[in-house]
């Protein structure tokens, strides 16, 4: 059973940059797809992006185009969402997701989630 | 992007209850579809994938239907641990694959 686990809360200045990481135990997502969702307080899941570690290959929504970067360190099974120019919208739980494979993207393992607060 | 719309945003129900939640896409997306429950400050947890495959251990009082633009998650009959937001996902050829906007479904 595939467990992921996420780094810590963070607090950040509006302007500034967030990276959070996740990390497989239990198995390699190295040949799965990993999904970053976000959470607002008190609003739905929003699909923010993909990384296929095996294919290096990358996938964002348009939402954060340009402002957010999933990466993965195939070696330490390891991924990694860093979000720039942060705003107070971007307060949020964030969660990585994963299932086996990577020709479905659906969310079977998730981690614990990371709480990010933006404030001045 | 392919939207999701999911019916009704909100309703009570009371336990022992058959129970419906729909899902709409905006185009065509064949089965490839998920269904989650979140319980308030817990992590989502998928219940089916595929429209009506169920995941291993949840309760076979759970089950989902449909394919193409329009998909239903049913719970037969409602237990007091049912009560949470349920969301739809899409996973459909390319990205994003974009969530439902939930349902939270409440104790009459």
Known sequence: QMQLLQSGAEVKKPGSSVKVSCQASGGTFNNNAVTWVRQAPGQGLEWMGRIIPLLDITNYAQNFQGRVTITANRSTGTAYMELTSLRSEDTAMYYCATVEGYSSSYCRYWGQGTLVTVSS | ?108
């Open chain 2, 1 to 108: 992007a392919i939207r999701m719309t999911q019916s009704p945003p909100s309703f009570s129900a009371s336990t022992g209850d058959r129970v419906t939640i729909t899902c709409r896409a905006s185009q065509g997306i064949s089965t490839y579809l998920a269904w989650y429950q979140q319980k308030p400050g817990k992590v989502p947890k998928l219940l089916i994938y595929a429209a009506s495959t169920l995941e291993s251990g949840v309760p076979s009082r759970f089950s989902g239907s449909g394919s193409g633009t329009d998909f239903t998650l049913t719970i037969s009959s409602l237990k007091s641990e049912d009560f949470a937001t349920y969301y739809c996902q899409q996973y459909y050829s390319y990205p994003p694959f974009t969530f439902g906007q939930g349902t939270k479904l409440e104790i009459k």
